[in-house]
């Protein structure tokens, strides 16, 4: 039989998350490579999930979302923005951000239009745009000289700029480099979406994941990008329950009832039970959230400590889940081979950088850890680092 599988979709296969995670079990290796927490989120939204299954709320929802899950949405982000959403036709319930993702890029990339992505970038990205039949045009995030963070040339965003370009799609905090685009970064992307009507898709599931003060500024925030902006959120990075999978798409009516379009025909729906319970955390645990951030920058610190001290070379983590780490001081170039080899060698796990990105030489001496995890569990993967020094690979 013929290979099954479309042929523009042929590259895609098992994800470097699954073969990671495969890899960490089989050795009993300690997983710092898939981004989920493991702690739970607040005990009210548990206990609201459960109290809403054993009161019946099992069947489907309404196609956009419950009325309440979009109302307090709506609220958030008037509340931390300044953003005025219309619950009804500007806010919709999604099977995650990824769904969000999957469903935007259907609607509104054609076969052949070009999308200005940032690599590296979340696997997802690559793989939706393909499937739409878009065009990637990949802009490099390199860490300045100065300051350590993964930026961008604005001269290279515009050049990538061509007359089938359609949409820029930006994820701020970044997974996985951790940085958070500032104003003066997002008034570039701003200008040239402006100058050559451009849409802009923003990935904002790590919105209240900052660090060190900085603040997450949304690009519908800036002059002119309100009307052409449309985003997506989840309650998975916002109150630790990356399992739950219940996100939401934002922005103005034509372009949210475009992903609506398509989405009624993957997914149509979202667990009920779960909305409801999100729509209660999210009007009533801003203090967890808070402290989530706090505890997860001082994880950041105590991963990136470790690290450094067991020969790595730290980048600069200003949000996320994710530090990235340059292996090349331990005398090592391609990170694909040491992620490979971690598990066995030290029994640790993590992500060889190299395949977030369409230029593969960029990240080929980078690995991305997670460092939401346990401090006990932290502690162990920098132990048994430190006492690798490359055996194995």
């Not at 050559?196 to 900052?210: C, P, S």
């Not at 916002?238 to 993957?266: C, D, H, Y």
Request: charged letters at 25%; glycine letters at 10%; proline letters at 6%.
């Amino acid at each position: 039989m013929e290979e099954p599988l479309i042929e523009r979709m042929r590259v895609y296969g098992e994800t470097i998350f699954a073969e990671m995670t495969r890899l960490a079990t089989e050795t009993g290796s300690v997983n710092l490579g898939q981004g989920f927490p493991d702690t739970d989120g607040p005990r009210s939204l548990l206990e609201g999930a459960s109290r809403h299954v054993l009161e019946g709320v099992n069947q489907y929802p309404p196609g956009p979302g419950r009325p309440e899950l979009r109302q307090a949405v709506s609220r958030y982000r008037a509340r931390h923005y300044g953003i005025e959403l219309d619950p009804d036709s500007e806010v919709y319930i999604t099977v995650g951000a990824t769904a969000g993702i999957a469903a935007a890029m259907l609607a509104l990339v054609e076969r052949g239009d070009e999308v200005i992505v940032f690599e590296p970038m979340y696997d997802s990205y690559a793989a939706m745009i393909t499937l739409a039949g878009g065009v990637r045009r990949s802009v490099t995030l390199r860490p300045d000289a100065v300051s350590g963070r993964f930026t961008f040339d604005p001269e290279e965003l515009r050049a990538a700029v061509g007359p089938r370009t359609r949409m820029v799609l930006v994820n701020s905090p970044h997974n996985p480099t951790g940085t958070v685009f500032t104003p003066e970064e997002l008034e570039e992307i701003a200008r040239v979406c402006r100058e050559h009507d451009l849409i802009a898709f923003t990935d904002e599931v790590y919105e209240f994941l900052t660090f060190d003060g900085r603040p997450h500024v949304p690009l519908a925030t800036l002059p002119g990008m309100r009307e052409r902006t449309v985003s997506v959120s989840s309650v998975g990075k916002m109150f630790a329950v990356t399992g739950w999978k219940t996100g939401w798409v934002m922005g103005p009516e034509p372009l949210v009832s475009a992903v609506r379009t398509v989405n009624q025909f993957l997914t149509f729906s979202a667990n009920g039970a779960l909305q409801l319970a999100v729509a209660d955390a999210i009007d009533h645990e801003w203090a967890w959230v808070a402290a989530q951030r706090t505890a997860l920058q001082g994880k950041r610190d105590r991963l990136a400590s470790g690290l450094a001290a067991a020969g790595f070379e730290v980048g600069v983590s200003e949000g996320t889940y994710f530090v990235m780490a340059d292996i090349r001081p331990l005398g090592f170039d391609s990170g694909l081979d040491v992620a490979r080899a971690l598990p066995g060698g030290a029994g640790v796990a993590a992500v060889p950088a190299q395949v977030f990105y369409d230029h593969q030489e960029e990240g080929a001496h980078l690995l991305r850890f997670a460092f939401c995890k346990r401090d006990e569990v932290l502690d162990e993967a920098v132990s048994r680092l430190t006492g690798w020094h490359g055996r194995g690979a």
